[in-house]
């Protein structure tokens, strides 16, 4: 009898803790699952469109509510509250990709963070192989995307991320948008800094805010950027904060292959528009010279 008693308790607990985990029964997510998460605030009318938009069939997808109280609660600390807004409107599809498929991103109405910020935000938050678009009825600037996504990769896989680590990527993702919308830098800029300073932390493993410093520096002169004292500094606490969570940078550079590509593209542009400036600026001077010596035969 005591053993049917002890018995019965013990299914009452497994099956409670099933009801109150949905996180573990999606831990064994295929390639090809598909999540969906809807800000709250969406009507019925932008809510409909929105999965036709995406292709996906309501009855046939796990669909998630993602709130303003959820935005706020990781966007707070990096932006004014006013940017943030009071609704929840931003709305992501992430699909599970094979593995080593890497991440990649798309987005529609997005007009404030760029795919690669997404990309690196995700490395960052331990996102992996994953095809993601973030959408909205109209503009937004999809700070708040990056929740959803999240949300959704922890569902779809079962992996629970650590709220430092999503404060981070957050973090990571505001610091990246600011960056860009200094004239001289731009979107593609400030997203390929996150990637090249992320490759450099794999290879040169820093021990200290020195360390960063430098690899922050060295990625910035490689791509051109000028970055004032402020700007080095945000960027070398932010890094440290990665670094004291002990983020395993070779699993991240693996989920960026598609941002590196762009880097690399950066990279050779920039390299060839100085070239070609030093090109011009030797056949001016030489032109020059030429103008000056026939001016001094009249003269």
């Known amino acids: 009898m005591i053993k049917k008693v002890l018995f019965f308790f013990l299914s009452l607990a497994m099956v409670s803790v099933a009801a109150l985990s949905p996180l573990a029964a999606h831990a064994d997510s295929t390639p090809g699952d598909v999540i969906v998460t809807l800000g709250a605030d969406l009507t019925e009318a932008q809510k409909d469109s929105i999965l036709k938009e995406m292709n996906v ?32 409107i931003s709305s992501t599809k992430i699909t599970i990709g094979k593995k080593g498929s890497g991440l990649s991103v798309s987005t529609n109405n997005i007009n404030y963070v760029s795919d690669d910020m997404y990309l690196n935000a995700l490395a960052t938050a331990g996102v992996k192989d994953a095809s993601v678009y973030v959408t909205a009825p109209f503009e937004v600037s999809g700070t708040a995307g990056l929740t959803g996504l999240i949300k959704a990769y922890e569902v779809s896989t079962g992996d629970v991320i650590p709220e430092k680590q999503k404060q981070v990527a957050n973090e990571e993702m505001v610091t990246t948008a600011n960056l860009a919308k200094k004239a001289d830098i731009g979107k593609d800029k400030a997203a390929g800094l996150m990637t090249s300073i992320k490759e450099k ?28 004292d402020q700007d080095i500094q945000k960027l070398v606490n932010l890094f440290d904060k990665m670094k004291d969570l002990n983020i395993n940078w070779n699993s991240v550079g693996d989920q960026l292959q598609k941002a590196k590509d762009k880097l690399s593209d950066l990279a050779n542009s920039d390299e060839a528009k100085g070239f070609l400036s030093k090109v011009f600026s030797a056949i001016g001077s030489f032109i020059k010279a030429v103008m000056d010596a026939i001016a001094s035969l009249f003269s």
């Not at 932390?201 to 004032?228: C, F, G, T, Y």
């Open 57 to 88: 069939d309501p009855n046939n997808v796990e669909i998630i509510k993602v709130t303003n109280a959820e935005e706020h609660k990781y966007l707070d600390k990096y932006m004014p509250k006013a940017q943030i807004g009071t609704r929840a």
């Open 201 to 228: 932390m794999a290879k040169a493993d820093p021990q200290n805010k020195q360390d960063i410093e430098k690899i922050v520096r060295d990625s910035a002169n490689e791509l051109n950027i000028n970055l004032n």
